[in-house]
């Protein structure tokens, strides 16, 4: 699976961006789909997950009620919606794809075996 990040841009704090993440071939819907940042100087990590069919969904702590992850397995493409954004929500974001089981997520990046190339989303107060 080659993964395509895109919609990454510079807003205002309270502002929104909804990134999205093409995937090619026909089993993008047998994988569990991620999105983890990495802000500057920091180490990647993990911000919200979605399972094959799109049923089950997982999101750490800071960005719980802001963000929402979705996917399109017909247009094989997942989305990361992201309101109220804050400064510190600023970092390079990556999809990625995982080989789970129907209904199952993955939160470590280790777990993921496809990654896309990244989107900067830049956040001023």
């Known amino acids: 699976v080659q993964l395509q990040a895109s919609g990454g841009g510079s807003v205002q704090a309270g502002g929104s961006l909804r990134l999205s993440c093409a995937g090619s071939?026909?089993?993008?819907?047998?994988?569990?789909m991620g999105w983890f940042r990495q802000a500057p100087g920091k180490e990647r990590e993990f911000v919200a997950a979605i399972s094959r069919g799109g049923g089950t969904t997982y999101y750490v702590d800071s960005v719980k009620g802001r963000f929402t992850i979705s996917r399109d397995n017909a247009k094989n493409t997942v989305y990361l919606q992201m309101n109220s954004l804050k400064p510190e929500d600023t970092a390079v974001y990556y999809c990625a794809a995982a080989s789970v089981s129907f209904g199952q997520v993955r939160t470590t990046s280790d777990e993921y075996v496809y990654w896309g190339q990244g989107t900067l989303v830049t956040v001023s107060s």
């Open positions: 071939g026909r089993t993008f819907s047998m994988y569990g």
